[in-house]
Each structure stands twice: as structure tokens, then as C-alpha cells.
């Protein structure tokens, strides 16, 4: 079953829409400045995804919790909650496919992490046979995911950083589809940021900013500039969910009242000066003390636990796990859609995010429906057989040596390695500096040079040339060496 989300639209009034099958297994990063429209556009998505599937937001300012009124979320006030009790309830809120609006307004930072860390951490160690689709929305996501350590202490740190990576990283298998808006890229720690692989980019000021969005969305730093001037609730897009090319996207209107929209301007009121002072200075009634200033829906009765275990519909079964051959044989699949794109023209120096993308349109064009590599998974598979490793590698003896070496490689070298490794393992001959580059992703001879150098001075491998100048390669750990290089290298 295709659902198709619509946001809004694009150019030539063309409706902007979104896969949210897609989008479950792809999750979805949203960057801009404040003010941009970010909140905005995930409300859109929120309520036009609501009778489709099920949702969890975590939300900071309490912005959302007016979505309860006319979607049936939960309404969950965490600061009312112990961590422990939280964790239960994320538990819970899996097993009985209750949508939630995690509503962190009115802690500080330390307690918001916490808290949002318990709460996540329940939904991701569900037991496996509760793993439904949840769209998982995290707004202000730096808060949970900093890329900098802030004031608050190691601990807080650690687990909501944990529990965003989880989420991330390890979440699409448990159902789990994370959709995350921050300001600005910069503060969002990269691993968090990096499983995303749809992007919704809006109006951004710093030139930082901006190149790391073009980046991202494949297009030429000339274009960065664009986000400058892009209009509040005007998102360039793109990804598997969303679109094969960069699209700007106008965000379309929303049903229900953002709790954060931007104060209007209004005539300032007649009080006369004398009122004023009794109006603010005159000491306040106890009860006024302690009321918790809610501005929407009364506030969710005491025991959350009773009420996530109300009647829900009865949990949809995953299929039984894939077994070893099932396994095997979409891997090769895989290989096979990635052997293809490798021999297309240019594809080594396509960026590896265009790349993906391009791997999940063909695996779906195949039919794999949603049976496709994560981003991680991905590249590992793309060093792999851009270093030659093709069919059945994984069966030498020498594998998992060779795998324990590049681990403690850099990510962007370890394809170079592996094309070395290769080349040993079989005595041939010793790749020519355009090889490596191009396996580096590099049309430069000396960035070639620069790399090997670098992976020698790791401790990985040693370069030698023989008498007529040919490079040799001994590849240190696995004890064995590449034949001479067919020509002569030039220094
Ligand atoms: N597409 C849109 N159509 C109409 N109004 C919009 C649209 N996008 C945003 N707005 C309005 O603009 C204001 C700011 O939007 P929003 O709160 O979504 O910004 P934001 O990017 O989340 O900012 P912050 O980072 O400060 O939270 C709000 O009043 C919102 O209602
Ligand atoms: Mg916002």
C-alpha cells in the first residue's frame, strides 16, 4: 500500500507529496533558521500522517499538545514522571499503539534529556513482536542530540545522545522512523544527522549553513546562496520519500494551532499606572503558586499507565525474521543493483548520498519494497565492491582480518584499503594511483598519493618500490603483499 502525504506544493502548483512507507524506512532531516517554518511543516506532516500511522512526538515546548485535541494523542507531562515510569510507558505506548505527544515543556535541559532518553529508550527495547511502524518526531533535535558537550553533566548527555543515535541508526529495523528539525546542522551531532536520508532544507543565514545544506541536497556551492532566500514555509527537498532531484516545497496550512506561532502585534492596552503596580506586585494566592499554567487540554489524568493500557487495536505481527538463504540472496540483490549504478559513468565521483538514493529507487523499482540497506550498510557494501570484493568475499578465511583492519580505519579510507587488501590477497599487481583515487571518490593523482601516505602512517600498510620503481604494498596484520605495480609511480 502506497500513501502519499501531501505537504503542499511545488513549482507550477505540481502537490508536493511524500512516500511515507519511504519515509518510514528513510527517516527525514528538516533544517532553518528560527522562524523558517520548520514546526510548522511537521505539524502539516503530523496531521496528514495521523490516520496512517502511528506517532510519537518529543516536544520540548509543550507546541504540539493541541494535536491531542483533534488527533486522540496522548498527552504525556513528563515532568510529572519519574525516568523509570517513562520508560514503561514508551514500553507501553508500543504495545498498544497509543499516539503520544511527549510534552517536556517546563523542565530544564538536564531533565528534558533524561527524560526524553527513559521515554525513547522504552519504545526502542520493545519486544520484537511490537515492533509497528511509529513515526518517531523530534523537534529542537540539538537539544537531544548536541554535537558539543553543553553544561549539562556526562550522564544526561550520554543517554539522550544514546537513546537519538538508537533512534537513528538502529531504529528502522524495530520500526522506529525518526523525522528531526534543528536550526542549524552545525549543533545536531553528525551520526544523528547522517541516517537521515530525505531532506527538507528551509531558510538558513550562515554561509556554513548554507554549503553544508547545498551539500547535503547534492546541488553546487554556487546555489548555497538560494537558501538565503528562501521564504518562511518554503523547504528545498529532496530524497527517496520526497523527490529524486532538489524541489523547493511551499508547506501547505495546518488544522490545528501551533502552541509556539510568533506573538502578532497588538494595540498595547489602557491600563492606567496605578492598577499596573497592583496588578503585578500584589502577592500572590498559594494556589496560584502551584498551578502549573496549562494552556490547552486539561492536563492527562495521574496514571498514564491505566490509561496507555485502554483498548487499542490489537498489535499487527511482523512477519517471522529472514532466515540465513533469504538473507543471503538479497544480498546479492544488493550487489547486483550496485555493481549496475558502479558502472555507470561518473559514479564514482557522485557524492554518497545521491548514491543512496539513487540504491533505494532501483531496489524499489525491483520490488524489494522495503528491503533495502541502511545508509551505514550502504557505503560498507559500495567500499566493498568499489575495491572488487565482489560475490561471496565474505567466505574467504582472510575476511575477517581484513575486516578487523579497516574497522580501525577512517570511514572515507577504508574503501581504498579494502581495494588494496584485494589486490594482496590475489598477488596482483599493486593499484595505479588512478585507481585509488577513483575508489577515493577523487579524480586527483595527489590526493591518491596523500591517502595511501595517510593509511602508511596508521600503521596499516607499508609502501615500497622495487628496483624499477614500482609500488608494492605489504599490508601489515594480514601479512601479505601486492605484486609490483604495473608501472612505475611517479613521486
Ligand atoms: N507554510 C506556512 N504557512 C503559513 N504560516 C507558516 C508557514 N510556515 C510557518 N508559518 C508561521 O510562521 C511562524 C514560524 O513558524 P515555525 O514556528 O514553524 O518556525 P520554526 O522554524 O519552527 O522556528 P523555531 O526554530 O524558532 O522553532 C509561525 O507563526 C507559523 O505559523
Ligand atoms: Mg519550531
Redesign the pocket.
Known amino acids: 500500500m502506497t500513501v502519499h502525504i501531501d505537504l503542499?506544493r511545488m513549482a507550477g502548483g505540481v502537490p508536493a507529496v511524500m512516500d511515507l512507507e519511504e519515509l518510514l524506512a528513510t527517516r527525514l532531516l528538516v533544517q532553518?533558521?528560527?522562524?523558517?517554518?520548520?514546526?510548522?511543516?511537521?505539524?502539516?506532516l503530523l496531521e496528514k500522517s495521523a490516520p496512517w500511522v502511528q506517532q510519537v512526538i518529543i516536544d520540548p515546548?509543550g507546541?504540539y499538545v493541541s494535536l491531542a485535541d483533534k488527533f486522540g494523542h496522548l498527552v504525556i507531562d513528563a515532568s510529572a514522571h519519574s525516568e523509570q515510569g517513562l520508560h514503561l510507558a514508551g514500553d507501553r505506548v508500543r504495545r498498544h499503539r497509543v499516539p503520544v505527544v511527549l510534552d517536556l515543556e517546563g523542565l530544564d535541559l538536564e531533565g528534558q534529556m533524561r527524560r526524553a532518553a527513559a521515554f525513547l529508550g522504552g519504545l526502542f527495547d520493545a519486544e520484537r513482536e511490537f515492533w509497528t511502524p511509529v513515526l518517531v518526531v523530534v523537534?529542537?533535535a540539538q537539544l537531544f542530540a548536541p554535537a558539543v558537550a553543553g553544561e549539562v553533566s556526562d550522564e544526561a548527555r550520554k543517554a539522550s545522545l544514546g537513546a537519538m543515535t538508537n533512534l537513528m541508526c538502529r531504529g528502522r529495523k524495530r520500526g522506529l522512523a525518526g523525522v528531526i528539525?534543528t536550526?542549524r546542522l552545525a549543533k545536531l551531532a553528525k551520526n544523528v544527522a547522517a541516517e537521515a536520508s530525505n531532506f527538507l532544507m528551509?531558510r538558513t543565514f550562515l554561509d556554513i549553513d548554507m554549503v553544508r545544506a547545498a551539500d547535503l541536497l547534492g546541488m553546487e556551492r554556487r546555489q548555497a546562496e538560494m537558501f538565503r532566500d528562501l521564504q518562511?514555509?518554503?523547504f528545498m527537498a529532496l530524497g527517496p520519500a520526497l523527490c529524486r532531484r532538489p524541489q523547493e516545497v511551499?508547506?501547505?496550512?495546518?488544522e490545528t494551532v501551533?502552541l509556539?506561532?510568533?506573538p502578532k502585534l497588538m494595540p498595547m492596552p489602557e491600563a492606567p499606572a496605578e492598577d499596573a503596580r497592583a496588578l503585578i506586585l500584589t502577592p500572590p494566592e498559594p494556589e496560584q503558586l502551584t498551578a502549573r499554567a496549562r494552556r490547552l487540554p486539561p492536563p492527562p489524568p495521574p496514571d498514564i499507565l491505566a490509561q496507555l493500557a485502554a483498548a487499542r487495536p490489537a498489535p499487527i505481527l511482523d512477519p517471522p525474521p529472514p532466515t540465513a538463504e533469504e538473507t543471503q540472496a538479497l544480498r546479492r540483490e544488493w550487489e547486483e543493483i550496485v555493481q549496475a549504478m558502479l558502472a555507470e559513468p561518473d559514479a564514482a565521483y557522485r557524492p554518497v548520498n545521491t548514491l543512496y538514493q539513487d540504491m533505494l529507487l532501483r531496489c524499489r523499482i525491483q520490488g524489494l519494497g522495503s528491503k533495502v540497506p541502511d545508509l551505514a550498510g550502504f557505503r560498507n557494501l559500495l567500499a566493498l565492491l568499489r575495491a572488487g570484493f565482489g560475490g561471496g568475499m565474505d567466505e574467504r578465511p582472510e575476511w575477517p582480518a581484513v575486516q578487523a583492519q579497516a574497522a580501525v580505519l577512517p570511514e572515507d579510507v577504508r574503501g581504498v584499503y579494502l581495494l588494496l587488501a584485494r589486490a594482496a590477497l590475489e598477488s596482483a599487481p599493486c593499484p595505479s594511483d588512478a585507481e585509488i583515487a577513483e575508489v577515493y571518490g577523487s579524480r586527483s593523482l595527489s590526493r591518491a598519493r596523500r591517502v595511501l601516505g595517510y593509511i602508511e602512517e596508521q600503521g596499516a600498510i607499508v609502501c615500497r618500490q622495487d628496483l624499477s620503481g614500482r609500488r608494492i604494498v605489504t599490508l601489515m596484520g594480514l601479512g601479505c603483499e601486492t605484486a609490483p605495480a604495473e608501472a612505475a609511480t611517479l613521486v
Not at 250 to 254: F, H, K, L, P, Y
Open positions: 503542499g532553518g533558521n528560527s522562524g523558517c517554518g520548520k514546526s510548522h511543516l511537521l505539524r502539516r515546548e507546541d523537534d529542537e528539525a536550526q528551509g518562511r514555509g518554503r511551499a508547506v501547505g496550512e495546518v501551533s509556539g506561532a510568533s
